[in-house]
């Protein structure tokens, strides 16, 4: 299994809360009464948040390269803002309306506040994380004995500071791809 970065801790503490902002109070009327995230579109944010925490863990339990695990988190999140930014406009729109009955007698809670954050946060690492993926040069890691380089064919910019070796392929297939030591090679091994 590969070492935990702080981009999947980030992702992972950003999904968690998007669950706990979901569960908690989105809105207080007169200060009195609070209304749940799960008394209306806070099931968004507990799914979401489930479903993306459960995506950045299978990729990396499963040591997968495929960035289509990063991609439908990142729609997760967007999908997940979105929805806190409308529902925020519409406690807001409620507090301060033409025909509010109460000025100011409804307010958003901290619930829907930790939702947006989360929600933003994780979106954050999504593109952090799709950026780390695009396929540059090979983490650190230790080289896997596979046949000898040949013909020369880049497929990504140089990195000077990892040896020459087969690593896993950077287009995201299960097989090696040797790097030598400033740019990819046409030569897989599987």
């Not at 009327?29 to 968004?44: A, H, I, K, P």
């Not at 925020?88 to 509010?100: K, N, P, Q, V």
Request: aromatic content about 10%; some cysteine; glycine content about 12%.
């Amino acid at each position: 299994m590969a070492a935990l970065t702080a981009v999947f801790w980030w992702a992972l503490a950003s999904a968690g809360l998007m669950v706990v902002g979901g569960f908690g109070p989105w809105a207080e009327v007169l200060d009195v009464l609070t209304v749940s995230g799960t008394e209306g579109d806070g099931w968004f944010l507990i799914v979401g948040g489930i479903a993306a925490a459960c995506l950045v863990i299978i990729r990396h339990v499963t040591e997968s390269r495929a960035r289509w695990f990063l991609i439908v988190s990142l729609v997760l999140a967007v999908i997940c803002v979105l929805v806190t930014i409308v529902d925020l406009a519409d406690i807001e729109g409620m507090a301060s309306g033409e025909a509010a009955l109460f000025d100011e007698a409804v307010s958003a809670s901290w619930g829907i506040y930790v939702a947006l954050i989360a929600s933003l946060s994780l979106l954050a690492a999504m593109i952090v994380s799709l950026v780390q993926s695009r396929g540059g040069a090979p983490a650190q890691a230790a080289v896997v004995g596979g046949p000898p380089g040949g013909a020369f064919s880049p497929h990504a910019p140089a990195a000077a500071a990892t040896p020459a070796g087969w690593y896993a392929d950077p287009k995201g297939e299960r097989r090696l791809r040797y790097w030598d030591g400033a740019a990819w090679t046409a030569h897989v091994a599987d």
